[in-house]
T-cell receptor, first 115, second 112 residues
Framework: ETGVTQSPTHLIKTRGQQVTLRCSSQ?????VSWYQQALGQGPQFIFQ???????GRGNFPPRFSGLQFPNYSSELNVNALELDDSALYLC??????????????FGPGTRLLVL | GDSVTQMEGPVTLSEEAFLTINCTYT??????LFWYVQYPGEGLQLLLK?????DKGSNKGFEATYRKETTSFHLEKGSVQVSDSAVYFC???????????FGQGTELSVKP
């Protein structure tokens, strides 16, 4: 069984640029969630996708957007990067509809540095 | 709103010592509770979980019991090893599911 994978592992961007991060779900999982983990902090929920539709969003501005594809892989896009966007971005997948409180399994993360 | 509070770290123990990391939560309804572990430079790994009151989650010698009366989910291990050195996160999934809400994490360092 293949786990959650993310790409790239590391990324350096400059302020104002745009970035796209990618995630492949664990086999059989149809729900993907994205989290931002600043250094020394716990992960913060960005949003969740279920069957290609956004299903819940945390306290992040609209320049954070996402997509989920028919194969349940997902992208996180961040426009107009700011220095505070520097963080580890984690993707998690789970099986079943979100309301069933299925366990979320995390990928290794993408570490983004904004200069 | 729902929240999770963990004891502050870092926690430094000698090998074979007893470990307790405190976690309390605030939530409406009946959340599910989780402990995740993060090794240096890696993502989060699920350590254990409990989905209802009085459930005990256990894995790799770690245990935690869902205590609704004290809104707690403390992590324990009887004898820690150097390889247990990591950051431990307590988290809850709200009654309606969806997102995970995490505590701030507790760093554990185990010395030989």
């Amino acid at each position: 069984e293949t786990g959650v994978t993310q790409s790239p592992t590391h990324l350096i961007k400059t302020r104002g640029q745009q970035v796209t991060l990618r995630c492949s779900s664990q086999s059989g999982h149809n729900t993907v969630s994205w989290y931002q983990q600043a250094l020394g902090q716990g992960p913060q929920f960005i949003f969740q996708y279920y069957r290609e539709e956004e299903n819940g969003r945390g306290n992040f501005p609209p320049r954070f957007s996402g997509l989920q594809f028919p194969n349940y892989s997902s992208e996180l896009n961040v426009n107009a990067l700011e220095l505070d966007d520097s963080a580890l971005y984690l993707c998690a997948s789970s099986g079943g509809p979100p309301g069933t409180k299925e366990t979320q399994y995390f990928g290794p993360g993408t570490r983004l540095l904004v200069l | 709103g729902d929240s999770v509070t963990q004891m502050e770290g870092p926690v430094t123990l000698s090998e074979e010592a007893f470990l307790t990391i405190n976690c309390t939560y605030t939530a409406t309804g009946y959340p599910s509770l989780f402990w995740y572990v993060q090794y240096p430079g890696e993502g989060l790994q699920l350590l254990l979980k409990a989905t209802k009151a009085d459930d005990k989650g256990s894995n790799k010698g770690f245990e935690a019991t869902y205590r609704k009366e004290t809104t707690s989910f403390h992590l324990e291990k009887g004898s820690v090893q150097v390889s247990d050195s990591a950051v431990y996160f307590c988290a809850l999934s709200p009654n309606q599911g969806g997102k995970l809400i995490f505590g701030q994490g507790t760093e554990l360092s185990v010395k030989p």
